[in-house]
């Protein structure tokens, strides 16, 4: 079994349309679903995946009918929620060693050093912190089709 962890930041851009780099998260998808890929994530992907779609009904970006449409595909997409406590002691271990104010991203990162896997992001600040020393963390626009 291939896993790959994904955040929030990844997700939500295969449920709205005027994401930037939709049709990178797109591909990716589309490779999981022919190689086999199981998603995860820590259990703070389902809160920040609905903020994300209701921050931008409070902004004007989309409709209520746009952002059920968009939670609606995500309800579909499998993304195995995994509460890990070793997972959770290395996120903070990486927020402190990276200088992070906040855990969320670190808690993806631990999450995926655990099952030894890649890490998916779009968020850019948390991957040029730490994408020097983990190699394991992937920037969404440097998505190129699967090689498994």
Known sequence: MIFQCVDASVSVKWAVEDAPFRMKAHDFLKDAGIYGIKFIAPPNF?????????????????????????????????VEIINSFDARQRAREIAKQFNQRFVYDANYAGLAELYNCEFWTAGKAFYNAVKTELKYVRYLPDYSKAKY
């Open 46 to 78: 389902l809160s920040e995946t609905d903020s994300a779609i209701n921050k931008r009904i409070f902004d004007g970006r989309i409709s209520v009918i746009e952002a059920r449409k968009a939670y609606r595909i995500l309800d579909t997409i499998p």
